[in-house]
């Protein structure tokens, strides 16, 4: 960052495993030319009391009110919020980092149309995946197939609406079992606090509709795994994770890091990567 120019201004519309790990390292000018200005949460004074030692002053404040105080928006509250939590930036023609894929799917027209018109930005994260990069570089000629293969422990799966739907009980789960097959747009409905990474990665290369998702519950890990195979005609990619969760089963710690290296890009001298 040049010395004397102003400070990105950063909100967090969301303060749970994600928020508070963000607002962690904020706290101590881990990312340079970036400071937290404000933050929203369901419990405001909840999260007023749980914010590190050095960032006491920053506003805790309804959704509604966090655009003025700030520059972006990083979006990591629940999915439904997603249009709360960034229509007020992007009609103002600032940006905005979505963690909520899964809700930008569905909300896709009526998010982009909000930005289209006032020059806003939307970035969606590598997250808890890795290699969209690499993805969206392929992207730029043609990709013939794009497949992800998810494995959760059953804790971070439960709960989730297409297994509600369809009566699926992992409670006596004993082996790895396959849940879900079908298109990334179905992954996201069914699932949208468990596969951000499936819009994601939908959103970098050949679409929700065309590409395809497993989910395994897998009852003997602590991690969730993911495996990505892109066959494109400038490369075939084959792309392996395992992520170490927060206290919140369904989140990967690597999903705050992935926000703080977006961050560090925005006023970093040297960026390394697309």
């Known amino acids: 960052m040049t010395a004397g120019q102003p400070k990105l201004r950063v909100a967090l519309a969301g303060y749970g495993a994600i928020g508070q790990q963000i607002a962690e390292a904020l706290a101590t000018d881990a990312v340079d030319g970036v400071t937290l200005t404000a933050v929203s949460a369901r ?5 007023a009391k749980r914010l590190p030692e050095g960032l006491r002053d920053v506003p805790v404040v309804p959704l ?20 709360q939590a960034v ?11 979505v ?23 939307i970035i969606v994260p590598t997250g808890a995946l890795l290699g969209l990069d690499a993805v969206t570089a392929a992207a730029e000629s043609k990709i013939h197939s794009v497949r992800l293969v998810t ?9 989730a609406p297409y297994l509600a739907e369809h009566g699926i009980d992992l409670a006596d789960v004993m082996v790895e079992t396959k849940v879900f097959e079908g298109t990334a747009r179905d992954a996201a409905a069914g699932f949208p606090a468990n596969l951000n990474v499936a819009a994601a990665l939908s959103l970098a290369g050949i679409g929700p509709d065309r590409t395809s998702v497993e989910v395994w519950a897998d009852p003997n890990s602590d991690r969730n795994r993911h495996n990505i195979v892109v066959e494109s005609d400038s490369a075939r990619l084959d792309m392996s994770i395992e992520n170490v969760p927060t206290e919140n089963p369904k989140t990967g710690r690597i999903t705050a890091l992935s926000v703080l290296s977006v961050l560090r890009k925005m006023t970093a001298p040297l960026r390394i990567g697309t």
């Open 43 to 47: 419990d405001l004074a909840g999260a």
């Open 64 to 83: 509604d009110e966090l655009e003025p105080l700030a520059d972006i928006v990083i979006e990591c509250a629940p999915a439904a919020l997603l249009p």
């Open 87 to 97: 229509g007020p930036f992007l009609r103002a023609g600032k940006q905005a980092i």
């Open 99 to 121: 963690l909520s894929a899964s809700a930008l799917l569905d909300q896709y027209d009526a998010v982009m149309k909000a930005s289209d018109w006032a020059g806003a930005q």
């Open 151 to 159: 494995r959760k422990p059953v804790r971070g799966l439960i709960g």
